[in-house]
């Protein structure tokens, strides 16, 4: 039992990051299980997992579905993930020795959106701060369906991506602050247009 709410953990919160469950999106349990050919029972503990974790909701009337976030949400969001990642910056790197991760190409053919979840997981992660990185991933895979259903709204995507992971290879980490700032300011300013295209799209599903 203990392993099927595992593989269906594993499975939906791999959909969420994906894109297959847009915002508003609602997940049927028997649907799903069928599709995992798993019995409902460690299909619901999972999606009850994720809505702990703030992935999913639990709606009185419509089940469980993908947030579909207001302004007000989503900039909280987007300062959220800013302020941890400075505070990650802050931290500087743990002394343990080891190679730099190499980050995916950031041309046009990679995905952007996944590689920003590891470029921003791997800052996190490298300050050897559990906390800390915990938080960063959580909140990452809260904004990881957002930042699928906002594509074609901003431009640059890749050079921005690109900018980024620079300075973090190089460990240029007042330089990423200062990226990392701009970066969120500019999807904060842009929220009022990804919230309405959100709505729109969670009206078409």
Request: glycine residues 4%; aromatic residues 6%; positive net charge.
């Amino acid at each position: 039992m203990h392993s099927k709410r595992a593989v269906a953990y594993a499975q939906v919160r791999r959909a969420l990051q994906s894109g297959r469950y847009p915002p508003g999106q609602r997940i049927d349990p028997a649907k799903l299980a069928t599709e995992l050919k798993i019995s409902s029972t460690p299909v619901r503990f999972a999606l009850y997992r994720l809505v702990g974790e703030g992935l999913l909701i639990d709606h009185a009337r419509y089940g469980f579905q993908v947030p579909l976030l207001t302004e007000v949400e989503l900039r909280d969001l987007y300062d959220w993930m800013e302020r941890l990642l400075r505070m990650a910056c802050d931290m500087g790197v743990a002394l343990v020795p080891h190679a730099p991760a190499e980050l995916e190409s950031t041309s046009a053919a990679a995905d952007v959106v996944k590689q920003t979840w590891k470029l921003f997981d791997a800052i996190a992660r490298a300050t050897a701060h559990w906390s800390l990185h915990h938080a960063v991933r959580q909140t990452n895979d809260r904004l990881a369906p957002v930042r699928r259903a906002k594509h074609g709204l901003l431009d640059g995507l890749e050079e921005e991506l690109a900018e980024l992971t620079l300075h973090w290879q190089q460990r240029e980490l007042a330089a990423l602050q200062t990226a990392l700032h701009a970066y969120h300011v500019r999807r904060i300013q842009a929220v009022p247009r990804i919230v309405a295209v959100m709505h729109e799209r969670s009206r078409q599903v």
